[in-house]
């Protein structure tokens, strides 16, 4: 029989239950009974799901109150002296204090740091190493959960994250050491918390490495051979998990390792299969993933069967079947979606609908293609149907992206042409701008939620949006910037809202995936070829430069940044559906300037993080993004200004891709670092303007004028005057006017001291 297992769950909920308690417990609403109470349920809830489809190994600690390496830094008692209170056991307050930045006398202490899980949506919150850092069981989370699993008569398998890749995620703090010295103190502990598993009853344990996807320096590396050797607890399996990406290098070390099992991601890593087989020991579990944990298409059956077969036939009971990483990834249950289109609909598979794609591959292997009736044929004929439908293929899309010549990818002239010819916007040194939203009020969503209800009509709303583009004219006219913007009111997200003007895209009502902490995006769909059947901020951006002699910056969503936060198909190269919609918002640009807009600016603030785990794919990615951008920017006149912005501003690393990108201005994130991604520019000459962020929109203080001031200065160091422009370091949509009102004035004030000063 082949078994059948789960890396882990969704803990969010169908419905969001769980940010719901959250949110509620945090704002006092619910006490803590209530909220722990929402947990059992979701778990309990979540653990039948899975054992109904005949998940016989459940993922146990897969559900979190936040985050799972929060969860495993209170077990570890890897809590920062800030966030210690006079008891010394870690309770869920102090895990949340340390999640979103509280003293335990409940006064303000900075929140521990939060990034990107691998190359995923999902953030993590860091853990915090000193100098001889204490690991001291601090939480019986985990065993409390293992002990109520089997209370309810499951097996558990309690999922870890590895010593190593939980070390390497960490960051030092204070006087600085190499965190691989850790490993003596942190085993310990790992090997307390595998033998409390084990007097539990347990018989296996899934100790993730995910770092074994990454490039990792040779000492980490070597660290894994004596770090597994040494952790040996009698009795207890261990199955060593691997995902996001193919092994590569780490593929030997990963199939030798003195562990029960193995589980590769059979998704991303699909050509090293035979590898694995031929080198994995022959007393061990493989652990095939080969249902994708990282997008939402049904999988094609037969195609998986071929796949498995002669594995099923040389490996017998040792073959173990799971989706190739957590599900945490992916929306809950596609069940809900009531209101999709049925043809795109039964394209999908969601987590539960997942587990049944396993469950049905597992008969296929074990009873025969032939005994599986119903469910197989549904699943061919969703195949079948996707392979052909008119809905996806656009010949005319097609055709034009066949077209594309590389001078499609060319401004007419070079930066400094341009620059020239841009000299007519009369802009002064220093210029100051936003970076495209303004507060969203609570009067906006309410006026943008009545529309979509059917409350609004048309011409109502219009006027509401147009009320609301006057009022931040005014506002940004009174301030005294000099590039304005509309301030996208109209914009829910800058993705959706570009996803639902454009053919291509379909949207989920309950396709929620947790970003952080209690919050989620749902994605929107990218299902076929992308095109754009009527102009989509034209009006908008019009009207409101109808409404002030100042510039008026166009302000659209990069295509790389689109294709990035949905979900998009993978029936042809991503590359290839960025190119459509490229071409969709290239359009877009050239339609801007003709209604009279001379500015535009391409946002492109998920750019970075699309970045492939390994560098060896870096160039190939980056080539055909940077050329995606360039293929929406180049379609003007030398006279339109083109900026783009972005997000997260490491970009130290891939300066070339980002100069090459030869937008006329390019706004960044630097405020937080205190402009020291500037030092970059030491070492490269940025050839174009660019706006580092002066201050920083994610915190609710006002910077003061002398602070901008400085930071400016610091920027002259690296950037000539001429060239540096003056903004936030991100939209304002999440703030407040009154602090916005007071930052941006005190902005402006920057900059004309510096004016007067330069003069
Ligand atoms: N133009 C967008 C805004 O101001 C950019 C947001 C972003 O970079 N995340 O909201
Ligand atoms: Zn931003």
């Known amino acids: 029989m082949t ?28 006490d803590q009974t209530a909220l722990l109470e929402t947990g059992r349920i979701l778990r309990q809830c979540h653990w039948q799901v899975q054992a109904e489809a005949g998940i016989e190994w459940l993922p146990v600690g897969d559900f979190s109150w936040y985050d799972q390496v929060l969860d495993l830094s209170l077990l ?3 809590i920062p002296e800030r966030f210690k209170g006079e008891r010394a056991e870690a309770d869920l307050d102090t895990y949340f204090r340390m999640a979103r930045g509280r003293a335990p006398s409940g006064e303000p202490a900075p929140a521990c740091e939060m990034t990107k899980w691998f190359d995923t949506n999902y953030h993590y919150i860091v853990p915090e190493f000193i100098a001889g850092q204490d690991f001291q069981l601090s ?3 985990l065993f409390d959960e293992v002990e109520e699993a089997i209370r309810l008569g499951y097996r558990p398998k309690p999922v870890l994250l590895g010593p190593l890749s939980y070390l390497w995620l960490g960051k030092v703090k204070g006087e600085a050491f190499n965190k691989l010295d850790l490993i003596e103190r942190i085993l310990p502990a790992y090997g307390l918390i595998l033998t409390k598993l084990k007097a539990l009853g347990v018989q296996w344990v899934q100790l993730d490495e995910p770092i074994l996807a990454l490039d990792l320096p040779n000492d980490w590396r070597q660290a894994f051979e004596s770090v597994y050797t040494r952790l040996q607890v009698k009795g207890l399996n261990k199955l060593l998990a691997v995902y996001f990406g193919p092994l590569k290098d780490n593929l030997n070390l990963a199939c030798n390792l003195p562990v029960d099992g193995l589980h590769i991601d059979a998704v991303r890593g699909a050509d090293e299969l035979n590898t694995v087989l031929s080198w994995l020991s022959s007393y061990k579990v493989l652990s095939v993933g080969i249902i994708d944990g990282r997008n939402i298409w049904r999988a094609d059956p037969d195609a998986l069967f071929e796949t498995l077969r002669p594995i099923k036939e040389r490996l017998g009971e040792r073959l173990w079947l799971a989706p190739s990483c957590s599900l945490l990834h992916v929306p809950v249950d596609l069940e809900q979606e009531d209101r999709l289109n049925g043809e795109i609909r039964q394209w999908l598979a969601f987590a539960r609908q997942k587990l049944d794609e396993l469950s049905l591959l597992k008969q296929m292997l074990d009873q025969g ?5 119903e469910a197989l044929a549904a699943a061919r004929l969703a195949v079948e149907s996707r392979r052909g439908s008119e809905r996806i293929h656009k010949a005319e899309v097609k055709q034009r992206c066949a077209g594309i010549t590389p001078e499609m990818a060319r401004r007419g002239a070079p930066f400094a042409t341009r620059k020239r010819a841009q000299a007519y916007l009369n802009l002064p040194l220093f210029p100051t701008t936003t970076i495209g939203s303004f507060p969203q009020t609570d009067e906006i969503r309410r006026v943008r939620r009545q529309f979509r209800q059917g409350e609004l009509g048309a011409s109502e709303y219009q006027r509401a949006m147009e009320r609301e583009i006057d009022l931040v004219i005014e506002k940004q006219e009174r301030i005294g910037l000099d590039v304005l913007v509309h301030g996208e009111p109209e914009r829910n997200d800058m993705v959706e809202y570009f996803g639902e003007l454009l053919d291509g895209f379909a949207f989920s009502q309950y396709g929620w995936v947790q970003s952080y902490g209690s919050r989620c995006v749902k994605p929107p769909i990218i299902y076929g070829d992308v095109s754009r059947p009527a102009p989509m901020t034209v009006s908008w951006s019009r009207y ?9 910056k166009g302000m659209l969503t990069g295509p790389v940044t689109i294709l990035n936060w949905s979900f ?3 029936d042809q190269p991503r590359a290839e559906t960025c190119r459509q919609l490229a071409l969709a918002l290239r359009d877009e640009v050239c339609d801007l300037e003709r209604a009279g807009i001379n500015i535009i600016q391409i946002d492109e603030a998920a750019l970075r993080e699309g970045l492939p785990l390994r560098k060896g794919d870096w160039q190939h990615y980056l080539e055909w993004a940077i050329e995606a951008f360039r293929l929406t920017a180049s379609g003007v006149d030398d006279k339109t200004q083109i900026h783009t912005h972005m997000c997260y501003s490491e970009f130290n690393d891939i300066m070339d891709a980002i100069a090459a990108m030869d937008a006329d201005v390019i706004t960044i994130e630097t405020s937080r670092s205190d402009m020291e991604l500037l030092a970059a520019f030491e070492h490269f000459d940025y050839p174009n303007d660019i706006g580092p962020g002066v201050y920083d929109i994610h915190s609710p203080n006002v910077p003061s004028v002398e602070s901008i001031t400085a930071l400016l200065y610091k920027a002259l160091e690296h950037i000539p005057a001429d060239r540096l422009w003056v903004n936030p370091d991100c939209g304002l949509k999440t703030r407040g006017w009154p602090e916005v009102e007071k930052a941006l004035a005190n902005m402006v004030c920057a900059a004309i001291f510096l004016r007067t000063d330069a003069a």
């Open 3 to 30: 078994t059948l297992h789960n890396l882990g769950f969704p803990r969010i909920g169908a419905r969001r239950e769980l940010k719901r308690a959250l949110e509620s417990y945090w704002s006092g609403a619910i």
């Open 76 to 78: 570890l008692g890897v």
């Open 139 to 141: 939480s019986d989370k």
């Open 369 to 373: 293609p032939d005994s599986c009736g």
């Open 544 to 552: 409101a430069q109808s409404r002030t002699k100042k510039p008026m």
């Open 568 to 570: 998009v198909r993978d």
